[in-house]
């Protein structure tokens, strides 16, 4: 990505920022890479987006100092010994005024100077932590422009918005993600699984063949799940052999950062009627879900078709989750795709759609896919393994 996509996505954060004078600070790893191409991992320390008015300040310890000054924007850079309050309160001398060395003075000498007052706070609360919640507040009040509580706003409600709807080279970023993802799948159920092996190692199977696409890291543990052990919905891979029956994978991982998810169910052996039947009717609620999907329609109206679909078959009291999420810089994003969504499906938009039927003691199944919103509103699906039950259905000693 070149550098006017990052200044127009920085753009149009600073326009909804302005619009309500708010102050920002976005610190997460995914955001700040959305809006400036870097990939920043501050562990303990903290790195931050400071943002307000339109302009900009990056606020980071002094061993990132270089890494960030390539985004041309403004650094406030701090030793491993210094007060987080204290660099805070700098940054927002900086920020809001840099002529006002006055100000900063008198702030210096330990008097309380009466900065601007901003009609509120926006911060990423799910992400950011007590401490440096705590540390922005006191520097607020040093700065004289204490912040009532209500005033402390949700940033990601603000940026999601706008991450949800991809460009065309996230779009690239994500289609590619899931031409490999289905890929790696494919090759080990054609080529690596076999009876003797355990869960743990189909997982090994995956990753090795993703670590030689290139793929450094999951989006999350791989799941693979056998038999009875299938109806946990996000249990973790064991030592367990894989039996006949059920046998659920579900797998992840990013292209330049951008995630693709999929599952697959699969059954090892000649089928219980039961067993048959529940993956039947997984595989018909997906296909009415993605068949429903058009422009305008509120995300709510898919879980609502899948839910039904799963009703007329008996299943729905054992789907137990929501029927999908979006896909982007984080494995979940926005949109949530519950029955009470009322967010509306647009261009751009890309998401998972995954109904399942767990019941324990027998086993589950969950069929997940990937979708892409086109201008036209065309519907993509971007995983490619197949789902017809020939494929499915894998003999097995």
Same mark, same amino acid.
């Given at each position: 990505?070149n550098?006017?996509t990052?200044?127009?996505?920085?753009?149009?954060?600073?326009?909804?920022?302005?619009?309500?004078?708010?102050?920002?600070?976005?610190?997460?790893?995914?955001?700040?890479?959305y809006?400036?191409?870097?990939?920043?991992?501050?562990?303990?320390?903290?790195?931050?987006?400071?943002?307000?008015h339109?302009?900009a300040?990056?606020?980071?310890?002094?061993?990132?100092?270089?890494?960030?000054?390539?985004?041309?924007?403004?650094?406030?850079?701090?030793?491993?010994?210094?007060?987080?309050?204290?660099?805070?309160?700098?940054?927002?001398?900086?920020?809001?005024?840099?002529?006002?060395?006055?100000?900063?003075?008198a702030?210096?000498d330990?008097?309380?100077?009466?900065?601007?007052?901003?009609?509120?706070?926006?911060?990423?609360?799910?992400?950011?932590?007590?401490?440096?919640?705590?540390?922005?507040?006191?520097?607020?009040?040093?700065?004289?422009?204490p912040?009532?509580?209500?005033?402390?706003?949700?940033?990601?409600?603000?940026?999601?918005?706008?991450?949800?709807?991809?460009?065309?080279e %996230?779009?690239? #970023?994500?289609?590619?993600?899931?031409? !490999? /993802?289905s890929?790696? *799948?494919?090759?080990? =159920?054609? +080529?690596?699984?076999?009876?003797?092996?355990?869960?743990?190692?189909?997982?090994?199977a995956?990753?090795?063949?993703?670590?030689r696409?290139?793929?450094?890291?999951?989006?999350?543990p791989?799941?693979?799940?056998?038999?009875?052990?299938?109806?946990?919905?996000?249990?973790?891979?064991?030592?367990?052999?894989?039996?006949?029956?059920?046998?659920?994978?579900?797998?992840?991982?990013?292209?330049?950062?951008?995630?693709?998810?999929?599952?697959?169910?699969?059954?090892?052996?000649?089928?219980?009627a039961?067993?048959?039947?529940?993956?039947?009717?997984?595989?018909?609620?997906?296909?009415?879900?993605?068949?429903?999907?058009?422009?305008?329609?509120?995300?709510?109206?898919?879980?609502?078709?899948?839910r039904?679909?799963?009703? %007329?078959?008996? #299943?729905?009291?054992?789907?137990?989750? !929501? /029927?999908?999420?979006? *896909?982007?810089?984080? =494995?979940? +994003?926005?949109?949530?795709i519950h029955?009470?969504?009322?967010?509306?499906?647009?261009?751009?938009?890309?998401?998972?759609?995954?109904?399942?039927?767990?019941?324990?003691?027998?086993?589950?199944?969950?069929?997940?896919?990937?979708?892409l919103?086109?201008?036209?509103?065309t519907?993509?699906?971007?995983?490619?393994?197949s789902k017809?039950?020939?494929?499915?259905?894998?003999?097995?000693p």
């Amino acid at each position: 990505m070149n550098n006017t996509t990052f200044h127009r996505r920085q753009h149009l954060l600073h326009m909804s920022l302005k619009a309500s004078s708010l102050f920002g600070m976005v610190t997460s790893r995914e955001t700040l890479y959305y809006l400036t191409g870097l990939f920043l991992e501050g562990h303990e320390r903290l790195i931050a987006l400071l943002m307000y008015h339109g302009r900009a300040l990056w606020v980071v310890p002094k061993l990132e100092e270089e890494t960030v000054s390539v985004t041309g924007l403004p650094v406030e850079s701090y030793s491993d010994d210094a007060s987080f309050e204290d660099v805070l309160t700098r940054a927002l001398f900086r920020l809001t005024d840099a002529s006002n060395l006055e100000s900063m003075g008198a702030w210096a000498d330990g008097q309380l100077v009466q900065g601007k007052l901003w009609g509120g706070v926006a911060v990423e609360k799910k992400l950011l932590s007590l401490f440096f919640a705590e540390q922005l507040e006191a520097a607020l009040l040093r700065y004289g422009s204490p912040i009532p509580s209500a005033q402390w706003l949700d940033l990601d409600e603000i940026i999601a918005m706008q991450r949800m709807v991809k460009d065309t080279e %996230e779009q690239k #970023y994500l289609e590619e993600a899931a031409r !490999r /993802l289905s890929s790696v *799948l494919d090759m080990v =159920i054609a +080529e690596d699984l076999k009876p003797g092996m355990r869960e743990i190692d189909v997982v090994q199977a995956i990753e090795a063949r993703a670590r030689r696409m290139g793929i450094r890291e999951m989006s999350f543990p791989t799941i693979v799940l056998s038999g009875a052990r299938s109806s946990l919905p996000h249990g973790t891979s064991s030592e367990a052999l894989i039996e006949a029956g059920f046998l659920l994978i579900d797998l992840g991982f990013a292209v330049e950062g951008y995630h693709a998810d999929m599952t697959r169910t699969y059954i090892l052996g000649t089928p219980e009627a039961r067993s048959l039947d529940m993956l039947k009717a997984v595989l018909e609620a997906q296909e009415k879900a993605i068949r429903h999907i058009r422009l305008g329609l509120p995300y709510g109206e898919l879980d609502q078709v899948a839910r039904a679909a799963l009703h %007329e078959r008996g #299943y729905d009291a054992y789907f137990t989750h !929501r /029927l999908g999420h979006g *896909l982007g810089l984080s =494995i979940h +994003e926005r949109p949530s795709i519950h029955g009470r969504q009322t967010l509306t499906i647009a261009p751009g938009h890309v998401f998972t759609i995954e109904p399942g039927i767990y019941i324990p003691d027998v086993g589950g199944v969950r069929i997940e896919d990937d979708v892409l919103i086109g201008v036209d509103g065309t519907v993509k699906l971007l995983t490619t393994s197949s789902k017809k039950l020939d494929d499915l259905i894998r003999p097995w000693p």
